[in-house]
């Protein structure tokens, strides 16, 4: 089974699985955990152009999951995050990565935010070495194994 293939296939499957869960992931800490891992995905290789930022808000706003909260305030902590990895990417990642830590005290809350990490990842078809090392990075600052997510 070619690459892409099975990316999309884990992705769908993710998706259920979170589907499964949405009445569960409904708290605070799983809001802020998500957005900043989406950040942190779309600014994986340092910069996140207009274009990317435009697609990444655009599937936060559609992905059932996170309709649990309003669009417009998933828009505003996601773009809040991506200025902070922009302005400072180091700097930054820490600040966003303590977000994402946020979500380390509910184990289903953390392994969907590192789910919606892989599936923001791969949405574009392309889910490149720099977006699977820094959901790696979130896998153990959430104290998950990565490789439960072929990461």
């Given amino acids: 089974m070619a690459l892409w293939d099975r990316l999309k296939e884990s992705a769908s499957t993710m998706q259920t699985q979170l589907m499964a869960k949405k009445n569960d992931l409904k708290s605070g800490a799983f809001r802020d ?7 942190l995905v779309a600014a994986a290789d340092g910069s996140v152009d207009p274009s ?3 697609r ?10 996170l309709q649990n909260f309003p669009a417009d305030d998933l828009r505003r902590r996601f773009e809040g995050y991506v200025d ?13 990565m ?8 509910k184990p289903a809350e ?13 949405a574009d078809g ?3 070495k720099d ?6 990075e979130a896998c153990f600052t959430l104290d998950l194994p990565p490789h439960e997510f072929d990461l």
């Fill in 33 to 39: 955990a998500s957005m900043a891992m989406c950040a």
């Fill in 52 to 54: 990317e930022r435009r």
């Fill in 56 to 65: 990444v808000a655009q599937l936060i706003g559609t992905n059932e999951v």
């Fill in 84 to 96: 902070q990895l922009t302005a400072d990417f180091a700097f930054g990642k820490v600040s966003v």
């Fill in 98 to 105: 303590q977000e994402v830590a946020k979500a380390k005290k």
């Fill in 110 to 122: 953390a392994r969907a935010v590192v789910q919606i990490g892989i599936i923001i990842g791969g």
């Fill in 126 to 128: 392309d889910f490149d």
């Fill in 131 to 136: 977006e699977q090392a820094v959901v790696r």
